[in-house]
């Protein structure tokens, strides 16, 4: 028997009585299969979050309609299709990041398909043709970011990704850039957000003698690292270690907090709330 197609409805509103109820009772109606369900009442802003998967043949925008019409007013109703999220990766020359994807991707890992890489930098190119994904350099010296960032766009909208993930990509984008792809855009930032900011954090982390360093992966807004945060991971350190010690353990901690990010989003487990994340897992 053929398996049925499966969605991942995401649904967030005012929080009221009955809601739980009231959705399940559509899919109910619609003769659909829940196999997963997870809700979550923030209640200092009194709004109701939920995830749910089925199974069954469906009308799209039958469900939405009848879901609209049982909810409150301001409800946000997402439903897609589970499958593999289309990306292309953004690459400097730091390899640690963009290899854990690839290797991932190879191995079905990230429920998503790399269509493409694209660095300001060739460096990586040639690692990253021989898993079979295209590599464009795109250089940045000499023209304006404007200008760069068109080129960028130029050669991502040849593949229309769902998102774009900066494996490593050490380049800031403009607020114009950004509205583009909105909340579709993931970030690895080499530190424990908010610490260390900018530019250097290792060596801001060394000079202060932390204890823990860390890595953060969160969603890119027009605030330098400060989008809302999906995962932060961090590791032990101490008086021992330099400053190069620190960023080997570091990039361990980024790659690995990176792909935990995109497991979460590409899986639909992630809703952002203002600047903040609701994560279903």
Do not use: W
């Not at 109701?48 to 009308?59: C, L, N, P, Y």
């Not at 490593?168 to 424990?192: C, G, T, W």
């Not at 957000?193 to 530019?199: E, N, T």
């Not at 590791?235 to 270690?241: A, G, L, N």
Request: overall charge negative; charged content about 20%; proline content about 5%.
């Amino acid at each position: 028997m053929e398996q049925q197609p499966g969605y991942i409805l995401l649904i967030d509103c005012p929080d009221e009585k009955g809601l739980v109820h009231h959705i399940s009772g559509v899919l109910y109606r619609l003769g659909l299969n829940i196999i997963g369900n997870q809700e979550f009442v923030e209640h200092e802003e009194d709004r109701f979050f939920m995830r749910t998967s089925f199974r069954g043949a469906i009308q799209p925008d039958e469900v939405v309609e009848e879901l609209k019409a049982l909810l409150p007013a301001g409800a946000n109703i997402s439903l897609r299709q589970h499958q593999p999220k289309n990306i292309v990766l953004l690459v400097t020359r730091e390899q640690h990041c963009l290899a854990e994807l690839l290797v991932r991707n190879q191995f079905r890992e990230l429920n998503a398909n790399i269509l493409a890489v694209v660095g300001n930098h060739p460096d990586l190119g040639r690692f990253t043709h021989q898993f079979g994904i295209n590599f464009h350099h795109v250089p940045h010296e000499g023209i304006s970011r404007e200008q760069h960032e068109a080129h960028i766009l130029e050669v991502v909208s040849r593949y229309q990704p769902e998102y774009l993930v900066l494996a490593k990509y050490m380049r800031i984008l403009s607020p114009e850039f950004v509205a583009r792809f909105p909340n579709r855009i993931i970030n690895i930032h080499h530190s424990f957000l908010p610490a260390f900011i900018g530019a250097s954090p290792y060596r801001q982390a060394y000079e202060r003698g932390v204890k823990i360093i860390g890595a953060t992966a969160h969603i890119v807004n027009n605030d330098l690292d400060e989008g809302p945060i999906i995962v932060q991971n961090v590791i032990p350190v101490d008086h021992t270690y330099s400053v190069n010690d620190m960023i080997r353990t570091g990039k361990d901690v980024e790659k690995i907090a990176l792909a935990r990010a995109l497991q979460l989003v590409f899986d639909d487990k992630v809703t952002v709330n203002g600047n903040k994340t609701i994560i279903f897992d």
